[in-house]
């Protein structure tokens, strides 16, 4: 019986995805509500409600508690072979960016951030706190570590409309030569998911960086994703001038 429910499942998956095409639905676009979809497929509504289940999974679309089910917008793929600030990236790409400042403090290094930067226990830094935005949506939760002893006065800076980078290049004469990263899947906190206008627990992107002057650290950064709005591309080449493994929002 299980296997025959999969199976029924599956194929009125397919039928709402033909719907969704025939009728030429666009993101945002809302879905006929469950009763609807059941009377026009001539199914229960367990099918339907497993039907949509897989249409999330698959983040074909999405569901407002209250409201319904809508067509999800495209996932934003990053190509991280490009190495620059947020802003000037996605500008390049044509979407139009912003930041919001939600944190900015001088504190004393732990042990991870020590560490990750390079330098001693208790050494003070900056914490820089952004939700970044492109097309006014919430896009990712960034938390940028950097040392005071590499650019003092940092904080008389607006990074809600300044360029981290560029300030740190341009201001201090930081030449920024690589960045590591780190990609992990994560589960959103409460936090991280009001900022990021997600459900608590949905799955998340955490990607941890660092980014290099020369030999020393100037900025140990961590990058929370929507794993349903981020999609990452690679490139991948083997030749014995290049090797390049950028490895994806």
């Not at 509504?45 to 089910?69: D, M, P, V, W």
């Not at 934003?76 to 996605?90: M, Q, V, Y």
Request: glycine fraction near 4%; charge should be negative.
């Amino acid at each position: 019986m299980s296997k025959y429910i999969n199976l029924l499942s599956e194929e009125v998956k397919e039928k709402i995805e033909a719907y969704i095409i025939e009728n030429e639905l666009k993101p945002y676009d809302p879905l006929p509500s469950e009763r609807k979809l059941a009377e026009t497929f001539n199914v229960n509504r367990l099918t339907i409600r497993s039907a949509l289940k897989r249409l999330r999974y698959e983040h074909h679309i999405f569901t407002q508690h209250g409201r319904g089910n809508f067509i999800a917008p495209p996932k934003i793929d990053d190509d991280t072979e490009k190495f620059c600030s947020f802003t000037d990236g996605w500008s390049a790409d044509g979407f139009r960016t912003s930041s919001k400042v939600i944190s900015f403090d001088k504190k004393e290094a732990s042990l991870s951030v020590s560490s990750h930067l390079g330098i001693a226990l208790g050494e003070k830094v900056y914490c820089l706190g952004r939700v970044r935005y492109l097309e006014d949506e919430p896009f990712l939760l960034e938390t940028s570590f950097i040392p005071e002893k590499y650019c003092p006065g940092l904080e008389q800076y607006n990074f809600a409309v300044q360029s981290l980078y560029d300030t740190l290049i341009h201001v201090y004469d930081l030449n920024l030569k690589r960045i590591d990263e780190t990609i992990t899947i994560t589960s959103l906190t409460n936090e991280e998911s009001r900022y990021l206008n997600a459900e608590e627990n949905d799955i998340g992107f955490c990607i941890k960086s660092t980014a290099y002057d020369e030999e020393k650290v100037i900025e140990y950064c961590i990058t929370i994703n929507r794993a349903d709005r981020y999609m990452m591309v690679s490139t991948l080449g083997n030749d014995k001038d290049q090797l390049i493994a950028d490895t994806y929002q």
